[in-house]
């Protein structure tokens, strides 16, 4: 679980739920079905109307999809640096072939992005119809992340209009009753605004700011693929470990990139590079 995305949840939570316990005892006067099922359903409703069934889904999946773990950090691009450059000494030792076995064992979390790079490169691109096939696929993958993002901050900009379209109904049978009751509006126009509230909250606590993370998450993914497109492309060309390590390294933060020296001191791979120099 990502606990940074779980706690901002509970402080936005906390701090509302808080500010209605210090402000009054009447708890009750913010708990309304009809104004949460015209919230929720209107926005719902409008959305399966815009977007294809699949797509609203799958954007309705990546709410609770924000809480998990994202895979990339800085910790796992040094590693996959590292990953690279030990395929390039073991392209060196063993020719392309050499690769086949790493295809297998290839994690594919990423949609199987690095497994079919590798496939690529066995299969016998050089390194710049590497380089263009990756990039294509790479763009889709993006193009097709941001679709959620953007369904979701179409619901995040539509259930705040559903809130005020619940307080025009609210206040339309609040009027229809002042006559028999003109002691009641307040109460009424209380309960007419809760729909209001409902949809602010609704686009700037949940549906806003999972747009938000998803968009950034996918740009993530979508810079972490080209920085292992760039060391794929350099080994389907049979670029040396060093050139790899260079050109991967020119991505990163300097106090994350990868060094040969120190990362595979004592290892039979810089033997191997002397060797092949």
Do not use: C
């Not at 959620?148 to 995040?156: K, P, Q, S, W, Y």
């Not at 497109?229 to 991967?248: C, E, F, T, V, W």
């Amino acid at each position: 679980m990502s606990i940074n995305t779980f706690f901002a949840m509970l402080l936005g939570i906390g701090l509302f739920m808080g500010a209605i316990a210090v402000s009054t005892d009447n708890y009750w006067v913010f708990l309304s079905g009809a104004s949460a099922v015209i919230v929720l359903g209107g926005t719902l409703a409008s959305t399966f109307l815009s977007y294809e069934y699949r797509y609203v889904v799958s954007a309705l999946k990546a709410i609770l999809g924000t809480f998990s773990v994202h895979r990339v950090d800085q910790a796992s691009l040094n590693a996959e640096v590292g990953r690279v450059i030990r395929w390039a000494y073991m392209v060196q030792k063993d020719g392309i072939m050499g690769l086949e076995a790493e295809a297998k064992s290839t994690p594919g979390w990423d949609g199987g992005f690095l497994l079919f790079g590798v496939e690529l490169i066995l299969t016998g691109y050089n390194g710049e119809e590497t380089r263009r096939i990756l990039s294509n696929t790479i763009e889709s993958a993006y193009e097709r992340g941001l679709v959620r993002a953007g369904i979701l901050r179409n619901m995040a900009s539509t259930a705040p209009a559903f809130g005020m379209i619940g307080t025009l109904v609210g206040l339309v049978v609040m009027l229809d009753k002042m006559g028999d009751d003109p002691g009641g509006i307040g109460a009424g126009m209380a309960v007419a605004l809760i729909t209001t509230l409902y949809g602010v909250l609704l686009a700037r606590l949940i549906f806003g700011p999972v747009g938000n993370k998803v968009q950034q998450r996918e740009e993530i993914a979508r810079f972490r693929n080209y920085l292992i497109l760039d060391g794929l492309a350099m080994l389907a060309d049979k670029a040396s470990p060093r050139h790899i390590q260079d050109r991967m390294n020119s991505y990163l933060d300097p106090t994350i990139r990868y060094d040969i020296d120190t990362q595979l001191k004592g290892s039979a791979a810089p033997a191997a590079e002397k060797a092949t120099a």
